[in-house]
C-alpha cells in the first residue's frame, strides 16, 4: 500500500489486474510518449467492480474522459469481455458491444482483453508473442522439451513458464514482466504489440 | 432537522439534507423535539463542559467519562469540578499531588472531554463536531472513534463531523468496521459549478479507498 494516498492525476485512466501490469502498462505508455494517462491496478477480476463503485465517487472522477479497461482472457476472451460489461452496467457506465472499441462520453470506456483481444491466456502470452521469434527462445524451447522427456512433466502454463524462463536466462535473472518492460526487454516495435498500442492510443 | 446551540450561545435550527447527489440546506424554523450540539474547532468552552460533566456526576455517571479520557491519559485517576476564579473547570488527578485543569493535559484530551459530553447531553440528537481530528494525536484515533461511536450508540445520538484528515476518515472506518454494526458514512462535499455535490462512500468503498489509498478528500 502507497504511503500517500492516490489522485487521479490525468484525464485518462486505463486500469489493470495488478502492479505487474501497472509496470509493464507505464513502461509502455513511456516508449509511446503518452503522458497523459493514469495506470492504476484494480487488484484482480472479483475486485473490478469494487474498484469501479469506488472509482465513480472519487474526487476528480468528473475530470476523467476515459477509462481503459485491461483484463487477461485467462481461458475465454468472449467470457472475460462479457463479464467485464456486466459490471459496468450494473455500476452505470457505458459497456461497449466489442473489445478495443472506446464508446460513451465523459468517461469514454473500451475494454483489451490481454492478450490480443480473441486468444485465451493473459499478459505472459503477449510477452511470449513479442519474443517469440528471438533465437534464444529456441532454447528455451528445447530446456522445456528437454524436461519433459527426463522429468515427464510439463507447465499448465506453457507461454508463463517459457516468458519467466527466458527471463530467468537474462543477466539479471529475476525480473518480473513490470520490472522486465520497465528495463527494456520487452521489444516495443513487435507487431504483437500493435493491437495494445493502437488501444492506449484511441481515447 | 436539527436544532443547535453552539459554544458562544447562540441557537437556532435548520435542516440539510442529500438530495440525489446534492447538498440541500435551508433554515427550518419548526420546532424540534431533539436536543443537539454544535462543537466549534476553534472556540473551548469549558464552563459548558463543567456543567454537562456536573449533570453526569449528580447521577453518577462519572466514570464513563473517566474510562474514555483514559485513551488519551492513561494516568489519569478521576476528575473533579473545581471552581476558578469564579467560573467552574473540569479538573483532572494524575496523582502528582494536585489537580490540574483538563485545558492544561492538552487539546485533545479537552477536546475528546467536549465531545463525550455533548453526545451524552444530547440523547436522541444530534452532535455536530467542526474539525474532529484537531489535536488528536493520529495513533489514538481508532481509539477514539470508537469511544465516541459506543457513547453515541447508548444515548442513540448521531455525530456529524467535519475533517480534513485522511488518518481521520481512516480511524472512523476502521473503528466502526470493527463494531458490531457498521454505522459510518462519509460524505465528500465538492463544488461543481454553483451546486455543492455530495459523493458518498460506504463501508465497501471506503474499503476499497483505504486498501489502495485512494484520496478521498
Redesign the interface.
Given at each position: 500500500?502507497?504511503?500517500?494516498?492516490?489522485?487521479i492525476s490525468q484525464p485518462k485512466l486505463l486500469i489493470g489486474e495488478g502492479a505487474e501490469e501497472v509496470r509493464f502498462f507505464n513502461a509502455m505508455l513511456s516508449h509511446l510518449k503518452l503522458g497523459d494517462i493514469r495506470v492504476?491496478?484494480y487488484?484482480g477480476k472479483r475486485?473490478l467492480s469494487?474498484?469501479l463503485?469506488?472509482l465513480v465517487?472519487?474526487?476528480s472522477y468528473?475530470e476523467v474522459i476515459s477509462i481503459g479497461i485491461t483484463r487477461d482472457a485467462d481461458d475465454n476472451a468472449s467470457s472475460a469481455f462479457q463479464s467485464i460489461c456486466g459490471v459496468l452496467t450494473n455500476i452505470g457506465l457505458a459497456a461497449p458491444a466489442a473489445t478495443e472499441v472506446f464508446v460513451g462520453d465523459r468517461p469514454k470506456v473500451g475494454i483489451f482483453i490481454l492478450p490480443n483481444g480473441r486468444n485465451a491466456g493473459m499478459l505472459e502470452d503477449l510477452c511470449r508473442d513479442a519474443i517469440q521469434a528471438y533465437p534464444d527462445m529456441q532454447c528455451v524451447d528445447e530446456y522445456f522439451k528437454c524436461i519433459h522427456q527426463k522429468a515427464n512433466r510439463q507447465p499448465n502454463n506453457p507461454a508463463k513458464a517459457r516468458v519467466h524462463a527466458w527471463l530467468a536466462s537474462q543477466v539479471e535473472p529475476d525480473r518480473r514482466l513490470g520490472e522486465a518492460a520497465e528495463s527494456g526487454y520487452w521489444p516495443w516495435n513487435s507487431p504483437a504489440f500493435d493491437s495494445l498500442k493502437q488501444f492506449l492510443r484511441s481515447p | 432537522m436539527y436544532r443547535y446551540s453552539d459554544d458562544m450561545g447562540h441557537s437556532g435550527s435548520s435542516r440539510a439534507f442529500i438530495f440525489g447527489d446534492a447538498l440541500k440546506a435551508e433554515y427550518a424554523p419548526l420546532p424540534s423535539s431533539s436536543a443537539s450540539t454544535l462543537l466549534s474547532s476553534h472556540v473551548r468552552m469549558p464552563v459548558a463542559d463543567a456543567k454537562r460533566y456536573s449533570k453526569l456526576e449528580e447521577v453518577n455517571r462519572q466514570d464513563e467519562i473517566l474510562s474514555t479520557l483514559k485513551i488519551l491519559e492513561p494516568r489519569l485517576r478521576r476528575l473533579a469540578v473545581l471552581m476558578s476564579g469564579n467560573a467552574p473547570i473540569i479538573n483532572g488527578d494524575l496523582n502528582i499531588g494536585r489537580l490540574i485543569p483538563l485545558p492544561m493535559m492538552g487539546e485533545g484530551i479537552s477536546r475528546l472531554l467536549s465531545i463525550i459530553l455533548a453526545i451524552y447531553d444530547s440523547p436522541h440528537g444530534v452532535v455536530l463536531v467542526d474539525e474532529i481530528e484537531k489535536g488528536l494525536h493520529y495513533s489514538t484515533m481508532v481509539e477514539v472513534w470508537k469511544a465516541i461511536a459506543e457513547t453515541a450508540r447508548r444515548s442513540e445520538t448521531q455525530i456529524i463531523a467535519t475533517t480534513h484528515s485522511w488518518e481521520c476518515i481512516k480511524a472512523a472506518h476502521e473503528a466502526s468496521a470493527a463494531s458490531d454494526a457498521y454505522s459510518f458514512r462519509l460524505h465528500r462535499l465538492e463544488r461543481v459549478k454553483d451546486e455543492i455535490r455530495v459523493a458518498t462512500y460506504n463501508q465497501e468503498t471506503l474499503d476499497t479507498a483505504v486498501e489502495m489509498s485512494h484520496e478521498v478528500r
Open positions: 500500500m502507497p504511503a500517500t494516498t492516490q489522485s492504476e491496478e487488484g475486485k469494487r474498484y463503485q469506488e465517487i472519487r474526487p468528473r | -
